[in-house]
């Protein structure tokens, strides 16, 4: 696994990082601070993903963390993330902008 960038270069999303979040997400040079909870419940990749570094924890980790959280650093670019947290936290909003594109009254 890569190891998260902690240079000055890495920056924090503006809209998704939430100071109650339970897990930082890594894609190149952004974070997203952002919940365990929501993420595993719409996504069985993330669930099983924090299930195994739960059972593998055992306070003696070696893994970065940011704010007290735990990094996974993704090989997904910044914008499939952020694309992906817009639909999670912001449902409506991602099906709405979708039917205006279409040109579909809802």
């Keep these: ?12 999303s503006t809209d998704f990082w939430f100071e109650d979040g339970s897990v930082v997400l890594q894609a ?12 595993a419940r719409q996504s069985s990749v993330f ?3 924090f ?5 593998d924890s055992d ?3 070696d893994s970065p963390l ?3 959280c735990s990094v996974v650093v993704l090989q997904d670019s910044v914008e499939d993330v952020q694309n992906l947290l817009e639909l999670l936290y912001n449902t ?3 099906i709405i902008r979708s039917l205006r594109a279409c040109n579909l009254r809802y």
């Design 1 to 12: 696994m890569q190891q998260p960038d902690s240079g000055p270069q890495t920056t924090r």
């Design 28 to 39: 190149t040079d952004m974070q997203f601070r952002v919940h365990k909870s929501v993420l």
């Design 47 to 49: 669930a099983d993903m």
């Design 51 to 55: 299930s195994i570094s739960q059972d």
């Design 59 to 61: 306070g003696d980790s």
């Design 66 to 68: 940011v704010d007290d």
């Design 92 to 94: 409506m909003k991602c």
